[in-house]
Nanobody, 125 residues
Framework: VQLQASGGGLVQTGGSLRLSCASS????????VGWFRQAPGKERQFVAAIRWGDGNTVYADSVKGRFTISRDRAKGTAHLQMNSLKPEDTAVYLC???????????????????WGQGTLVTVSS
């Protein structure tokens, strides 16, 4: 299984970006797809996750109301729509997959067993 994250780039404060995560080798059925981010010198941080089967979502408080995670079942792709971006959102964004998780476990990085290479998001002030 390989995950491919894409869609990162440079954007001004207040701008938007849409990240995508595709899976090869196995589709996302019966899985949870999560987005995490890691800024230089900081720990990996949970951003958002979606349970593929029923579409249940979880968000970090820092992105709630600004970011939206979704799934495209036809294309087998997960997306992270990021609006009202702030400089503190600057990081490498990684998508990951896990078996179908309970809501309480979706924020935990160690629950995810496959990780993509990440895509860089830079928000200028």
């Amino acid at each position: 299984v390989q995950l491919q994250a894409s869609g990162g780039g440079l954007v001004q404060t207040g701008g938007s970006l849409r990240l995508s995560c595709a899976s090869s080798g196995r589709d996302f059925s019966s899985s949870t797809v999560g987005w995490f981010r890691q800024a230089p010198g900081k720990e990996r941080q949970f951003v958002a996750a979606i349970r593929w089967g029923d579409g249940n979502t979880v968000y970090a408080d820092s992105v709630k109301g600004r970011f939206t995670i979704s799934r495209d079942r036809a294309k087998g792709t997960a997306h992270l729509q990021m609006n009202s971006l702030k400089p503190e959102d600057t990081a490498v964004y990684l998508c990951a997959r896990a078996p179908s998780l309970i809501i309480g476990a979706m924020r935990t990085p160690t629950q995810y067993n496959y990780w993509g290479q990440g895509t860089l998001v830079t928000v200028s002030s």
